[in-house]
């Protein structure tokens, strides 16, 4: 069984409310040397599959056909070992 | 076709919401409306709840926070069509019937690639319903004004500049396209007459925040795809299908009927004309 993490974060200059408003948040609780927060979804999957290029092809498959929204969003794929 | 000829599937998952007053709308207007679980067309269930998408003229995705709105809004509901219901969604979009996705209803026909479907029906997304700008969930009336030229036969009833008072409720609503690509895009989507709505102030003018609620590029609030008959919108028209429904529906403003009513009365007077 392989085991991989899959982050699917917003493309750079897409607006990132969500980190944006974070980083207000942090900034008030005081942490003022906070500079920037981004907001990243990541997914932990466990995998039948022993064949880590068979994984691979397996996770970029999911990537496209629900994880990400390519219009926003990048990924980037995992396997732990 | 007559009146109550007419059936319209309103369909339905866990988390979706607003099916009883779309079905009630269409009751309303002497149509026949019926809600289905999406199990009832594509699972083993008992004969007599087992329904079959070819037996209806009009198809509704509904508003609402399907499957949690994990993953991304309408992400869920759109695999689960895309892997059991992709070719009788294909042949019902392709045979002029009128598909409306309403709110969450919008983001999964973006989600399945029918919208805007710029060149026929993508196998992925075209656009997104990214998160709204001020990255909260927004509930308030948002007015849309009716920018069609005439493709989306369906909506024929409505005349260019109308507009129509319609409330927003949603946290991921803002229509984007890929960076870089923006300008293509919004020509491509006007030259072919696809804008349906866009949001606008209270003079009628394309305006930010708040009157865009979400930050959409262009003001974009609806769309359709390029044969006119496949509508999605995030605003709820069957939230001010009364004039009680509307904020000021005490002050001024005669009969009973609100905004959204010729919405649908307009989808109904399609599908009589054609079928």
């Known amino acids: 069984m392989l085991k991989a993490t899959v982050e699917v974060r917003l493309k750079r200059g897409v607006a990132d409310p969500e980190g944006d408003n974070t980083l207000k948040a942090l900034n008030l609780l005081g942490f003022s040397r906070v500079a920037a927060v981004r907001f990243i979804k990541v997914f932990e999957v466990d995998l039948e599959e022993e064949d880590e290029g068979k994984a691979e092809e397996m996770l970029e498959t999911m990537c496209r056909k629900l994880l990400a929204n390519p219009v926003i969003h990048e990924y980037s794929i995992h396997l732990l070992h | ?275």
């Open chain 2, 1 to 275: 076709m007559k009146k109550g000829d007419v059936k319209v599937c309103i369909l339905l998952i866990e988390g979706t919401n607003c099916e009883e007053e779309t079905s009630h709308v269409f009751e309303e207007l002497g149509a026949s409306p019926e809600r289905v679980h999406l199990n009832q067309l594509v699972r083993d269930v008992p004969p007599e709840l087992k329904r079959s998408l070819e037996d209806y003229h009009v198809l509704v995705f509904p508003g609402g926070f399907s499957s949690g709105d994990y993953v991304r809004a309408g992400a869920i509901w759109a695999a689960r069509l895309k892997s059991r219901l992709l070719q009788d969604l294909r042949t019902f979009a392709s045979e002029g019937k009128a598909v409306v996705g309403i709110c969450n209803g919008f983001q999964v026909l973006v989600e399945l690639g029918f919208l805007p479907g710029i060149g026929g029906i993508s196998e992925v997304p075209q656009a997104a319903l990214a998160t709204n700008d001020s990255a909260h969930y927004e509930c308030r009336p948002t007015l849309l004004k009716f920018e069609n030229r005439g493709l989306s036969q369906p909506l024929s009833r409505f005349h260019k500049d109308q507009t129509m008072l319609a409330p927003s409720a949603h946290t991921e609503g803002k229509f984007t396209f890929p960076q870089g690509d923006e300008r293509r895009m919004l020509t491509a989507l006007d030259r072919a007459d696809q804008i349906l709505f866009r949001y606008v102030d209270v003079e009628g003018e394309y305006a930010g925040y708040p009157w865009n609620p979400n930050g959409s590029i262009h003001n974009i609030a609806g769309i359709c795809n390029p044969r006119g008959n496949v509508i999605g919108l995030m605003p709820h028209p069957e939230r001010s299908f009364y004039r009680y429904l509307h904020p000021d529906w005490t002050r001024g403003g005669d009969g009973p009927d609100g905004d959204g009513r010729l919405f649908f009365e307009s989808i109904l007077d399609y599908v009589m004309e054609n079928f």
